[in-house]
Nanobody, 121 residues
Framework: QVQLVESGGGLVQAGGSLRLSCAAS????????MGWYRQAPGSQRELVAT???????NYADSVKGRFTISRDNAKNTVFLQMNSLKPEDTAVYYC???????????????WGQGTQVTVSS
């Protein structure tokens, strides 16, 4: 079994900051790409940021310059530092990781349960 557990969501005023964390645990051989997605009410889930095991990052245009993704490979943990938050950043944020459970098995996508981020104006 593999679990992704997120923490760090909450309510913040516009212009404020939050830091999300997501730890992968369980039967893990290797964690490849990790990332964050978000889904606002009535909208589709969208990519926020991803990071490879080597540290290469990718961001949605809407968060570039405000959000920073990072990871601790030793702890299979990914972080999302969110600064200068806007009301339009309000959404449920989901952690995602591509994980191999053994040398002989293919990697699959796993998802966390989601954490609510609410930005008030």
């Amino acid at each position: 079994q593999v679990q992704l557990v997120e923490s760090g969501g909450g309510l913040v005023q516009a212009g404020g900051s939050l830091r999300l964390s997501c730890a992968a645990s369980g039967s893990i051989f290797r964690v490849n790409r990790m990332g964050w997605y978000r889904q606002a009410p009535g909208s589709q889930r969208e990519l926020v940021a991803t990071i490879t095991s080597g540290g290469s990052t990718n961001y949605a245009d809407s968060v570039k310059g405000r959000f920073t993704i990072s990871r601790d490979n030793a702890k299979n943990t990914v972080f999302l530092q969110m600064n200068s938050l806007k009301p339009e950043d309000t959404a449920v944020y989901y952690c995602n990781a591509e994980i191999s459970r053994s040398f002989y098995r293919a990697a699959y996508d796993y998802w966390g349960q989601g954490t609510q981020v609410t930005v008030s104006s």
